[in-house]
């Protein structure tokens, strides 16, 4: 039998510092330190010494004392202090590549995104550009005493263990070792599916501090995440945590087949999710753009002015793609039980008509029907999720390991 390692001082203050951070990030509001010290179990004495290492580091500040009642005297609450703690986003999409960072405090510091098509480019000069884009935005933050503590790229496609791209089929990309370009390595990337990315952008309290009310979701919370673009990804989330499965590869919600006599995807298969829900099927069905022109955005705003508009062509291929997405959503209800479901990309830019429509097909379809009350929600962060999540779980470095940047 192994030997358990022993905890030693440091680590039992990593620890506590960790979970200092995570109660002050899912808390719905600003806490003092005697508060802290109820919700964390840790006595007044070591949560005082705690709070002075994370003031000293510019993690936290403090607020306005406030009265927690009549008796007794006001309490000062701490919150995330802005302007030093961040993690950088990166993300290539089928419609272009961008970053972003994103502070400790909820703060967008820096962002920057390229629309171009990325159809069946080159990874090399792709990665070079990025690295160009990244390379000036962390020469600002130097300037400005910023620390990036984590770095996080989200990709279309299965991300293996170890940085290797098992197969983006929309970038045209398969079995990348992304270690290979320069900015992987050099910032030590975590590479996810961008679905996986997007799911935890959703999660309140992951990495950064955001109101409870700006969400309908807690932190603790189960749900499936769909990811709408020209593909179609998912990501199912438990307990606030993502789960990725043994490989990396769980929640490819859109090649899950709805039809064996369907249309071939580009993975291979007949009668995939994403060849009815997914953007450039979806432009196409409608008749409103064929060819490689059916992937651009711009025809999104297009479908959905048709579609509204009572279009026969247009609503027959949302009501198609309403039917393909519930038949899905059923399954994974039915394996996973979970009861919330989150539309992401441009399926939540229809605001919340396409929610109400899919949990009007989903509800009467799953075996609990009469014990769940499913919810579908629009995403919460419908712009670029996937870019926001990187950042995030860049963030999450510095939240699960502070003892390596703080100085104790």
Known sequence: MPRARSINQDDLRNHNLSVVLSTLLQSASPLSRAQLAKETGLTKA?????????????????????????NGRPSTPLGFRSGRWAGLGMQVNTDGYGCMVLDIAGRTVAREWVDRDMTDTDPEAVFTRLDGLVSSMEARLKRRQYRIVGSGLALPGLVASGRNLIMAPNLGWSNLDLDRFDVIRRLDVAVENEASLAAIAQVPGYAVRRAQSESQLGPDDSFLYVSTDVGVGGAIVRA???????????????????????PRCRCGRRGCLEMYAGRRELVRAAGVADGSDAAKAEYVDVLRRRWREGDVQAVHAIEQALDAMASVAVSVINLMDVSTIVLGGFWSTFEGDLAAKLRLRIAPQILARYALNVRVLDCGTADRPALYGAACHGLRRFIEHPARYLEV
């Open 46 to 70: 070591t949560m005082s010494l705690l709070a002075e290492i994370l003031l000293s580091n510019g993690v936290v500040e403090q607020l306005s004392p406030q009265q927690e009642s009549s």
């Open 240 to 262: 606030g945590n993502v789960l990725r499965g043994d490989h990396g590869f769980g929640g490819e919600l859109g090649h899950v087949s709805v039809d064996m006599n369907g």
